[in-house]
């Protein structure tokens, strides 16, 4: 199938690094083929709030009020952040970990901490995407303007130090400024890859595993540390959380490009627009790299662009290889906790993991 037609838009200043060149130009470093992966059989397993009841009590009530202002515009988001929801999968993660290892102290201190740094990276990251709308609701920055968003979201980071200093303990502050400057960079490079039309799969997964991945590590290392466990579990579930936050991040991407809107809540192709090239999109660069190279030129202005994709990584088995580098991933993620002693909410520790494979069907 043809790529649609259409002129492609200017292009920014290009520093790339030898590989393929198609006659649009469009170069990108492709380094490595992924490996035939089996797949893990998705099964229903997901943990549901019923086997964390303190998500739906002490954590939600602990959340309201350390967001308590009597600045009405901050108090506005944050009123905002708390009935919004999510699935608060990183304070999930925060306390399964914890409850893996019996228990820790500070256990929800950490959970806020970790829901709380993402939150305020939400804050900007719509800021700086031009976001419509974040969890079915207008994006703050729309409602309340760019200055109160950012400062909204500083804020949230204040909160986020309040919490950490609760713990005691210097080694969590460490961990979390670590996951803080790699989520910044991961922005940064994001960015600066778009601009300059630099990409290779060893970038994808070093932006991925900044903006995404490190926050989990964080929240589940977090729980290792406050219970001060051997360096194996440690180490165990600081692997669990790269892993498990590398699976989510690529299961995201894939959606974007082959779900639908109405799982979605938005336009499918939404990353090819914003100029983000994930491994959907780098791979099927390989199998027609005139055709891709246009569409991610023009940011999949034309006409049946975003469908060209679609039907083309059908096509050419790209889809299916995408999920399974995923189940890959996720087959890293349950291996890890392995060094966990068997409990409950190890099993639910790999529930999350196996649900990103089930979330594609």
Wanted: aromatic share 6%; glycine share 8%.
């Amino acid at each position: 199938m043809p790529a649609p037609s259409s002129t492609p838009a200017p292009r920014a200043a290009s520093r790339c690094a030898g590989s393929r060149t198609s006659r649009s130009s469009f170069r990108f470093r492709l380094e490595v083929r992924p490996a035939r992966v089996g797949i893990l059989e998705p099964v229903s397993v997901e943990p549901s709030l019923s086997s964390l009841p303190e998500l739906g009590t002490t954590f939600e009530r602990r959340l309201r009020s350390l967001l308590q202002s009597d600045v009405e515009f901050i108090q506005l988001i944050e009123d905002d952040l708390v009935t919004a929801g999510g699935k608060r999968i990183r304070p999930r993660l925060a306390l399964l970990a914890s409850r893996a290892l019996g228990g820790v102290p500070h256990e929800m201190e950490l959970a806020l901490a970790v829901e709380l740094l993402h939150s305020a990276t939400l804050l900007h990251d719509d800021l700086v995407d031009d976001a419509e709308t974040r969890r079915g609701r207008e994006a703050a920055f729309r409602k309340y303007g760019n200055a109160v968003s950012v400062l909204s979201g500083d804020y949230l980071l204040s909160r986020v130090l309040f919490l950490l200093a609760e713990t005691g303990r210097i080694e969590l502050v460490h961990l979390f400024a670590e996951a803080a400057r790699q989520l910044a960079e991961g922005e940064v490079l994001q960015f600066q890859a778009a601009a300059y039309q630099e990409y290779s799969e060893a970038q994808y997964l070093r932006i991925i595993e900044s903006k995404t991945a490190a926050l989990m590590r964080a929240a589940t290392e977090g729980a290792a540390l406050l219970a001060e466990a051997p360096e194996p579990m440690r180490a165990a579930l600081a692997d669990f959380g790269r892993e498990y936050g590398l699976a989510f991040q690529m299961r995201d991407d894939y959606l974007d490009l082959m779900g639908s809107a109405d799982l979605l809540g938005k336009p499918v192709g939404g990353d090819v627009r914003e100029g983000k090239v994930t491994l959907i999109t780098l791979w099927l660069l390989r199998e027609e790299p005139d055709g891709v190279g246009d569409v991610l030129l023009r940011r999949g202005a034309g006409e049946g662009d975003v469908d060209y994709l679609r039907e083309l990584a059908q096509r050419t088995g790209v889809a299916a290889r995408v999920v399974e580098a995923i189940g890959k991933r996720v087959q890293a993620a349950v291996k890890a906790l392995a060094a966990l002693p068997p409990s409950e909410a190890r099993t639910s520790l790999e529930g999350l993991a196996l649900a990103e494979l089930e979330r594609l069907q």
